[in-house]
């Protein structure tokens, strides 16, 4: 069974480290949430507390919960503080060199021989 943080993209995984900070959706009617994130699923669903919802006309409305269905999402704003997130610096970490490579093609160029038998 493979590891689940592997199989989770980095937008996922952001958006798990935005909860319990104040973000921004924007919703595919046009509606903007301002908010205090509480949950955040794989699927994007979200749930927000003490919200300020911008309607498109530019009316503002206070409520006290909601939950957002994740394909509904347009888009997210989480706070700039996140831009120093562990996955990014995991993922910046890796360079190029030694063992990075893949296949076998690779490894015998890097010793310096030619194909080996075929079939």
Same mark, same amino acid.
């Given at each position: 069974?493979?590891?689940?943080? =592997?199989?989770?993209? *980095?937008? *996922? ?8 900070? *104040? $973000?921004?959706?924007e *919703?595919? =009617?046009? #509606? ?12 994007? #669903?979200? %749930?927000?507390?003490?919200?300020t ?5 530019? @009316? $503002? =409305?206070?409520?006290d %919960? $909601?939950?957002?269905?994740? =394909? ?17 610096r995991?993922? #910046? ?10 296949? @076998?093609?690779? $490894? #015998?160029?890097?010793?310096? %021989? @030619? ?5």
């Amino acid at each position: 069974m493979p590891n689940m943080t =592997s199989t989770i993209g *980095i937008p *996922i995984k952001l958006l798990n480290e935005a909860t319990g900070h *104040i $973000v921004t959706v924007e *919703i595919t =009617s046009g #509606n903007v949430y301002r908010g205090k994130l509480l949950e955040a699923e794989d699927n994007m #669903n979200c %749930q927000l507390r003490d919200i300020t919802v911008t309607a498109r006309d530019g @009316r $503002v =409305s206070h409520l006290d %919960q $909601v939950y957002i269905r994740g =394909s509904h999402v347009r888009y997210f704003i989480v706070p700039d503080m996140l831009r120093n997130a562990p996955m990014f610096r995991a993922r #910046n970490a890796r360079g190029r060199g030694v063992g990075l490579a893949r296949g @076998r093609a690779t $490894v #015998n160029r890097a010793r310096g %021989q @030619r194909g080996g038998p075929r079939g």
